[in-house]
T-cell receptor, first 113, second 113 residues
Framework: QKEVEQNSGPLSVPEGAIASLNCTYS??????FFWYRQYSGKSPELIMS????GDKEDGRFTAQLNKASQYVSLLIRDSQPSDSATYLC?????????????FGDGTTLTVKP | EADIYQTPRYLVIGTGKKITLECSQT?????MYWYQQDPGMELHLIHY???????EKGDLSSESTVSRIRTEHFPLTLESARPSHTSQYLC????????????FGSGTQLSVL
């Protein structure tokens, strides 16, 4: 079993719909959770970080964390074609050395006009 | 706005050549990282540094080496490039206050013929 697993893609949604990306992790002691967006041929860009249970909203993005169930999700409301990218989930045991996070394989999202 | 730079952006080189991939950041971050990423695959940490004169190997074994003589500079060297080294190499740094966030450079796409 992988330490960080993301829902298999690719995921395709129509423009304006809600895209839901899911991630489960195996280390129950994990404390820091990140979502990165990576456009094809580009480097990852941090879009959301979450550290406590519940929801965290930033514009059209909402991260949801449930430590008891060991999952973290990313919702994208009013999806736009510009949201088409691969989304990487990353998990860390503490808040230090963010670069030592464990990354998932990514879920590729396509938003169709 | 993150300022982390990688050069070259693309590099095509013959087998057996020595190469150095450059990475510099102007944010004063102590922690820096090198990743290897193949298309559609997860990020693999190959080297990291806590600060000047501190370097460690990452989770993925790599024949490359790194140095950290200055805070802002974290070059990666391959003494003798092979086709198996063909990949994208991403450099990143993380800030040191509170919960850390990771900033990536634009990457170097290396092709060894």
């Amino acid at each position: 079993q992988k330490e960080v697993e993301q829902n298999s893609g690719p995921l395709s949604v129509p423009e304006g719909a809600i895209a839901s990306l899911n991630c489960t992790y195996s280390d129950r002691g994990s404390q820091s959770f990140f979502w990165y967006r990576q456009y094809s041929g580009k480097s990852p860009e941090l879009i959301m970080s979450i550290y406590s249970n519940g929801d965290k909203e930033d514009g059209r993005f909402t991260a949801q964390l449930n430590k008891a169930s060991q999952y973290v999700s990313l919702l994208i409301r009013d999806s736009q074609p510009s949201d088409s990218a691969t989304y990487l989930c990353a998990v860390k045991r503490d808040q230090y050395m963010a670069g030592k996070s464990t990354f998932g394989d990514g879920t590729t999202l396509t938003v169709k006009p | 706005e993150a300022d982390i730079y990688q050069t070259p952006r693309y590099l095509v080189i013959g087998t057996g050549k020595k190469i150095t991939l450059e990475c510099s950041q102007t944010m004063g971050h102590d922690k820096m990282y090198w990743y290897q990423q193949d298309p559609g695959m997860e990020l693999h940490l190959i080297h990291y540094s806590y600060g000047v004169n501190s370097t460690e190997k990452g989770d993925l074994s790599s024949e490359s080496t790194v140095s950290r003589i200055r805070t802002e500079h974290f070059p990666l060297t391959l003494e003798s490039a092979r086709p198996s080294h063909t990949s994208q190499y991403l450099c990143a740094s993380s800030e040191d206050r509170g919960y850390e966030k990771l900033f990536f450079g634009s990457g170097t796409q290396l092709s060894v013929l």
